[in-house]
């Protein structure tokens, strides 16, 4: 190795910090002669020139597309249409998808089997509610109420009344079911 390259890897130049322009911090054009300066610019004013035509074509081809596409009536929205198509035949062809969706039946198939039994079994304990002698004799209560309360005061009594009249009737045949346990 010769003592200048070493010089140049130990140097303690500063290293250009994130979004400082390293080009101001480092001048390269120190290093160059005038020759390769002059030589450096015609290619960047070449590379320049290139990128302004490349974008110019571009822009034309772009233009060209719009036309045959207006030509052709393909419009953004049959486009969007077309591209979505395509995205969801692309996406339902993987076997990821393929896999996942036969999953999700399985699983959709065995929920529906769990809630057709729940629901069964739910059924059939209620019919067993309804068919129980507590239930019946709960019916049977109520019903009694009913004609009590609506027996008991004619049509139009307010809310207030009404209710009374329930609760009067509910204690009083509590009482009288009580005093007939007893006696039994």
Known sequence: M???SEQGLLSSDTVP???????ATVN?????????????????????????TLSQVLAAKEK?????????????????????????Q????????????????????????AF???????????????NSSTFKSFEEKVENLKSKVGGAKPAGGDFGEVLNSAAN????????EQIQEETQ
């Open 28 to 52: 390269m054009a120190e290093n160059l002669s005038e020759e390769e300066q002059e030589e450096l610019r015609k290619e960047l004013a070449k590379v320049e020139e290139e990128i302004q």
């Open 64 to 88: 060209h597309l719009a036309e045959i596409k207006r030509k052709l009536g393909i419009n953004s929205l049959q486009e969007l249409r077309q591209n979505i198509t395509k995205g969801w």
């Open 90 to 113: 692309d996406v339902t062809s993987t076997s990821a998808y393929k896999k996942t969706s036969e999953t999700l039946s399985q699983a959709g198939q065995k929920a529906s089997a």
């Open 17 to 23: 910090e994130v979004g400082e322009d390293a080009a």
């Open 169 to 176: 009737a509910s204690a009083t045949e509590t009482i009288t």
């Open 116 to 130: 057709s039994s729940v629901g069964s079994v739910i059924t059939k304990k209620l019919e067993d509610v309804k």
């Open 2 to 4: 010769d003592p200048s």
